[in-house]
């Protein structure tokens, strides 16, 4: 009695359609849904197809073999056993949909709260159902059916208690999934509550392994219902159904060994189209609903000042003001440690700011921490990210879904994961323009429209109508990149915009945030790992290393001059233009992981110019440019080539 195979395991992509031509498919589904819709039609008219009433009993002819009147013979009272097993295909029919129905409404509005709230909600839900599965299926039914009652109504209310669990744990765990990934932090970008992204966003990527867990559901609950009948619990006599034909059949086994033929057929060949079903359907369904996880988690934590933080003076130009941010991660059972620290800097309206660093520098959750969007098991415990003359970690909860979207935006690195998968583009846009803006659903398709055309794509009405998956990645950054400018923010962040892209694409995308931000005025955050990148399109740069700023410089500066040796190992690195010999010269060693950080400067150990001084920590020093190194004004470092 189970239900709990892995219908999670869908296959990422693909459609019903491209199947249909397939040789396996036509010998699976064809003769899997002649047999269900043969089981439906007799369930419907049992009363005008069988040839004898079910309960008509003949006693002289008891226990016939097949014959030209009876043609699968007849039971133990005289019964028509083709005429039962008709009308037993109403309880086959009845009894899945009554047991799986209250499966579904039960396990999988559950599943989706514990699974998005988490804490201790999920943890005594999930306690709860552990003891349940622990114990036998069965066991469980006869126990809920001892206090209920006997009965088919009674024991399918059993059985749905019972496999409600497996909808919750399936459900659970694909919103467990789905809450990490890049569409739902886009959502959340925008502005989305918990209920919107839980309802709109993700209960549609619940579909594709729901309806095959459906179909593993009824399978079992047929053999269930023919188990509990057998053994007297489920449908009482004289009432035909399959589970009480094979009871009586199994009282007469040495007499009529074919009794048990029919009913036991009907029951394999049913669950078996059914499961046969479900397997074409997990390999067919869907849009793609499903992407690619990309491994970060998101859960936002309020920042929990506990440390005072040096003001930085305000400017009236300043849209960006970042004081003293300091974010820790607790990796699974071990002591909290930091990934950003001492983190402050400023960003003028409509001027770029890059941040750049190794992959590890924590350029990313510094990103993703302006806007409350960092991920389980981190926090952000000290400073404050004033956007204007708010700190925005010091909104609540709906303030700050109503600041994302409206005053700040966010681009994310691959735009085929930052759109949902289950909704056209234009759709994804206008939501935005109806949440935020309060747009009517035409006024908001009609500024789609314009927002597509603005961003370049060809043909913007019809384009609107185009899911994720049928552009390519260029014209799907486009998207993102309109969809967080819909409601012209102060602020925007664009988390490697350009590094899923190719060169040339790369290009155009860069020439179009240019225009973009000329256009709408507003200041850029520009985080990359590439500084050819970052030199195209920032005003200045911020150099990271270790979870710390190194060195903050106006563009041309910091390639002129580099402060910081970590800088100028960086330049030296870049490649430019010269093909073959000599080779770049790379810098020694590898970035050490949060929590294997020196005491004093970071850098220390790939540094070619240590010395003895460069063991304590080292502060930012500077005015108009800054930088983190006790050498700074004795070193003359080499610019870039
Ligand atoms: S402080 Fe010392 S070790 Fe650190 S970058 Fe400067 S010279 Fe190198």
Known sequence: MTANADPSATPPRGRLGPNWRKPSFLVIVVPSALMLLTLLFCALFAEW???????????????????????????DLGRDVLSRLIFGSRIAVIAPAEATGLAVLIGVPIGLFIGFRGGWWDWVVMRVVEAVVSIPGIMVAIVIIAILGTGLHRAMFALGIL????????????????REEVYVKSARVIGA?????????IFLNIAPPLIVQVTLTVGAVLLAEAGLSFIGIGVQPPQASWGTMLNSAASFMELSPFLAVPPGIAIVATVLAVNLLGDVLRDSIGRGVRVPSTGAPAQRMLAVPRKATTPMAPHPDDALRVEGLEIMVS?????EVPVVTDMSFRIAKGETLGLVGESGSGKTVTGLGLMGLIGTGVRITNGRVMLENTNLLGLDRRDL????????????????????????VGNQIAEVLRIKQGLSHRAARDRTIELIDRVGIPRPAQQADAYPHELSGGMAQRIAIARALSCTPKLLIADEPTTALDVTVQQEILDLFRDLQDEFGMAMLFVTHDLAVAADICDRIAVMYCGEIVETAPVDALFADPRHPYTAGLLSAMPHGQSGKPPLPVIRGSVPAPGHWPTGC??????????????????????DRLERCTRADELSLEPAK
């Not at 600041?403 to 056209?424: C, I, K």
């Open 331 to 335: 990796p699974k059972g071990e002591a």
């Open 163 to 178: 496999y409600s669990t497996a909808f919750l744990r399936l459900a659970r765990s694909v919103v467990l999934t789905e």
């Open 602 to 623: 970071r850098f220390a150990a790939r540094c070619p110019y240590a010395i003895d001084a460069c063991a304590k920590p080292v502060q930012m020093t500077g005015t």
């Open 49 to 75: 197809v069988t040839p004898y009433d079910p309960l008509q009993q003949d006693l002289i002819n008891a226990l016939q073999g097949p014959s030209v009147e009876h043609w699968l013979g007849t039971d």
């Open 193 to 201: 509550g918990p209920t919107r992204i839980l309802l709109r966003h």
């Open 401 to 424: 879904e109503k600041a994302r979207g409206n005053d700040v935006a966010m681009v994310f690195q691959d735009p085929t994961t930052s759109l949902n998968p289950t909704y056209t």
